[in-house]
């Protein structure tokens, strides 16, 4: 049976509501795993659903802001698999409103502690994907794609800007951001800061999602190297002759230290995942081989690291 349910916008709750919850059973809602999935159309939110579903999540889709608290407190009293919930909003759910912040601030002070998603993809990203499936957009109305697309992310703004996390998409087929989300959520305590070490081309544009910027291209390309312009820095030649260029383990001590050194902050700051990406031209030799070890360095240290790689394979 799926443990995928679909909140209808008319759906009447009878009972006590969020008031009537005991004083006693506040603190314990902390122990409840509860993630809020919200984004823009097009951006890969049922995705993003059914990952969180392979991990062992009670994903409840279209929910009205209004009743997430009700749900929140319905999934935790229920016990066994909805502790772990996804709620996923729509901004074409009837009952969608702007003041997502303060239906959090709301789960909050009931001693809940919710983690949001927030999935985004640039403009041409998505007026291709709509244009694909041959869609509207679901606030275009009579004007164009374009139109439709700025108006949600208007309404979106204040999600956006107050997200634990932030995936785009732009880059990411289907299995790709399936695997990030399993990354993210597939172990029982979200609660600890989550590194993701991300390769990257420049040619190919920053990751919108970075909280760190590591640029590789002060080393010698292997693709001027005739013997390993074919590999991959994740294989072990292309590796060595990477890390062992003057400078280059320094480099990833350093940068181990700089992310080691402020990771203690955003933990306490309730930041839950970073994003350090490591560039080079194409973002198949240099920035793979730096990004696996500067993640090995980070796992050394004793942090939840791992390394990603966007555009390996695009070459």
């Known amino acids: 049976m799926s443990n995928h349910a679909t909140a209808s916008v008319d759906v009447v709750v009878a009972g006590g ?5 005991a004083d006693v059973d506040r603190p314990r809602h902390a122990e409840m795993e509860l993630v809020i999935v919200t984004g823009v159309s097009g951006g890969g939110r049922s995705t993003v659903a059914r990952a969180l579903e392979n991990v062992g999540y009670y994903v409840v889709d279209n929910l009205p802001q209004t009743l997430m608290v009700t749900m929140a407190e319905l ?15 729509d901004v074409r759910s009837r009952a969608f409103s702007t003041d997502l912040s303060g239906a959090v601030r709301d789960l909050k002070a009931r001693g809940f502690r919710p983690h949001v998603v927030f ?47 932030l995936i785009d998409t732009s880059q990411l087929n289907v299995n ?19 590194i993701t070490v991300l390769s990257f081309g ?43 260029q003057p400078g280059a383990e ?21 930041k839950r995942y970073l994003t350090v990406a490591v560039g080079c031209t194409g973002g198949k030799h240099r920035s793979v081989a730096i990004s696996e070890a500067l993640a090995g360095r980070l796992r050394d240290a004793g942090l939840a690291a791992h390394a990603q790689h966007r555009d390996l394979g695009r070459e």
């Open 17 to 21: 509501g969020p008031e009537g919850v």
């Open 119 to 165: 999935v985004d993809a640039a403009d041409e990203v998505l007026i291709r994907r709509f244009e694909s499936v041959r869609r509207s957009h679901p606030l275009q109305g009579e004007g164009r794609l374009a139109d439709g697309i700025a108006a949600e992310r208007a309404l979106l703004a204040t999600a956006r800007a107050e997200a634990d996390v």
């Open 202 to 244: 420049f040619k190919y544009g920053l990751p919108p999602d970075a909280d760190f910027v590591v640029d590789a291209r002060f080393l010698p390309n292997p693709f001027w190297v005739p013997e390993l312009r074919d590999h991959t820095g994740m294989q072990p030649d292309v590796s060595a002759y990477v890390l062992g």
């Open 75 to 89: 999934a935790y009293r229920s016990g066994g698999s909805t502790r772990r919930t996804a709620m996923v909003l």
């Open 176 to 194: 790709q951001l399936r695997a990030r989300v399993e990354e993210l959520f597939g172990t029982p305590d979200v609660r600890t800061l989550r």
């Open 250 to 270: 320094d480099f990833v001590d350093g940068y181990a230290t700089l992310v080691g050194a402020t990771a203690g902050g955003f933990e306490r700051e309730g």
